[in-house]
């Protein structure tokens, strides 16, 4: 499901949810997300959630939407100054990545892009740093204990890796 930023004060949803979503925050969510899930991913200092997804069982074994994800944004504020200073601390977030992240179920990876979008106006700067957290396994139908305790690890490590950056970013800004 693609989610976009914060949702307070959104406009009212148009189209209908799909058979296998619900309504949340004017959005369409899939079923099984708990709402507590998602007002965590939402309450995170440095991230926008922007896509999470439970994972659909209907697909076949491989397939990338068999498997439940969650992707966030640094927010814009911060992503200038992690593009200056990405040499100065990459270990430290490298490390903070491993702290929070389990190697078995629950993996995390921290990327930052930087390019050029050009438009009608011309070409600008584009820089975005994501946090990609996603399942090292593969579940068996009505396998929901195991998807909430991925969802639960996930979310953990999601808000432990928002803090060690912000840790980060504040000692690299002094």
Known sequence: MYLEGNFEGEEPLGAPCRGHERKWRN???DKGLKDEWLERLNELTLFDLISICEGHEEEPIGHPRRLPHINLRLREAHIGQVVEK???FKAAVGSALGECFDAGRVRGHFEIRSGYASDR???EPVEVALLRISARFDMEPSSGSPKNEWFEKSIAAAECFDKKLGRILEAVAE
């Open 121 to 123: 106006k011309g070409s």
């Open 86 to 88: 990405w040499n100065m």
């Open 27 to 29: 959005r369409c969510v």
